[in-house]
């Protein structure tokens, strides 16, 4: 990296963030791995979550505590805010992006790393990386987004019949780093949900999650458009009013999951009486996540995320929202879209009125076709992930 014209192109205070979160820990990794590399390896593993205490890393972390894996092994959490509650025996936290030569001490004598988001460097040949993704499947391109160190051992992928698609996302070097145990994260869709009250006096409800435009990262933009309610289709807060009069006529409850990664800092986000936005602090607060979310829907709207996918296992309708194809920059990993999605595509308000209608009227065209998508996708559909994963690591 030329200093000088990074520099001119990002500005100091930028320039500065990226030396104290990267380029300090890449110095006291190397510093720290003079002194380790003839050290015999510690029973530890680190696990990063794509955001903390959930997704797959999220969900491994539970299995663990939950098995009393940490009585054997010390368990290493990479948070990325502030830690608010308290850590079981025998685990232990940095934070990611906060340098730190105990951090480097560390984690050069873990034998197991897994990582949702952030694949950091592998201190050791014997060490084993694992990246367990934060979408079982890119329907949205990720290269040049997305690309995976040759250096980690094992990518999860669904099955063995979107290897490919995988191999060529995330830049992988052959097929055989693919993993198929399944996600941890789809554990949880085996289980029996826990009530929701926050969405008991609604007879239905309807997700909506779709995936970021804007944010990621440093002034990342995916999209040509501009959504000032954070969603695409829907511009003003007008056509919010009308739509939540036509959803509370039927008593239906909009719940719009809003992406971890979408900036929200110049959205317009009011809440109606049958529409609510939902950021991951808000079911925080009300002690709950994304899959218990969605195991106390109806049905699903989403787009080029991962999430419909994820869908899947719990066979219910899905709305593919693809109003916004043509300004979308990533374009998509595969070039036929109908053989990977199993639902209606609205591309217009009237196709959402009438998405909202067949979920009202309990019609369901695309059983068939999702239980044909499902077999396609996933290999494993069971609630065994976790499991499955700690044997190939042979803990």
């Known amino acids: 990296m030329n200093i000088v014209s990074y520099l001119k192109k990002n500005g100091i205070t930028h320039t500065l963030k990226i030396i104290n979160e990267y380029k300090m820990q890449e110095l006291f990794d190397s510093l720290v791995s003079i002194f380790t590399k003839q050290k015999e390896l510690r029973n530890s593993i680190v696990i990063e979550c794509h955001t903390d205490f959930e997704n797959n890393g999220g969900a491994f972390y539970d299995y663990l505590i939950n098995n009393e894996y940490n009585k054997k092994y010390k368990i290493v959490l990479l948070l990325k805010d502030k830690l608010v509650k308290e850590l079981p025996e025998n685990v232990d936290y940095f934070y990611l992006r906060k340098p730190s030569l105990r951090k480097s001490y560390v984690m050069s004598l873990s034998k197991f790393f897994t990582f949702d988001n952030d694949m950091l460097r592998k ?12 979408g079982c499947f890119p ?10 160190p040759n250096y980690v051992d094992f990518v999860l992928s669904p099955s063995g019949n979107v290897d490919n698609i995988i191999v060529k996302q995330f830049g992988l070097t052959s097929k055989e780093q693919c993993l198929h145990t399944g996600f941890p994260c789809h554990d949880i869709f085996y289980s029996k949900p826990e009530p929701l009250v926050f969405l ?8 909506w999650a779709p995936t970021f435009r804007k944010g990621g990262g440093y002034n990342r933009n995916d999209s040509t458009a501009s959504y000032p309610l954070g969603i695409p289709l829907l ?7 009308n739509l939540n009069t036509y959803l509370s006529q039927r008593d239906i409850a909009l719940i719009v999951k809003l992406h971890p990664m979408q900036d929200i800092s110049d959205l317009e986000l009011k809440q109606f009486s049958h529409i609510k936005f939902l950021t991951n602090q808000d079911l925080n607060r009300k002690n709950t996540n994304l899959y218990q979310l969605l195991m106390n829907s109806d049905a ?7 999430i419909s996918y994820d869908y899947l296992h719990l066979d219910k309708p899905i709305g593919y929202v693809f109003s916004d194809l043509n300004d979308y920059k990533l374009g998509l990993s595969v070039d036929n879209v109908d053989d990977y999605i199993a639902g209606d595509k609205i591309l217009s308000f009237n196709n959402l009125l009438h998405f909202i209608d067949n979920i009202y009227l309990e019609i369901d065209k695309n059983k068939e076709k999702r239980k044909e998508l499902f077999n396609k996708i996933f290999e494993k559909q069971d609630g065994e992930s976790c499991e499955r994963l700690a044997q190939i690591m042979e803990l």
């Open 123 to 134: 201190y050791r040949k014997d060490q084993k990386h694992f990246y367990l993704t934060h």
């Open 300 to 306: 699903l709207l989403s787009d080029y995320s991962a």
């Open 200 to 207: 008991s006096n609604y007879d239905k409800k309807i997700i």
């Open 139 to 148: 329907l949205k391109s990720t290269i040049g987004k997305i690309t995976v």
């Open 235 to 241: 511009e003003t807060l007008d056509e919010l009013a």
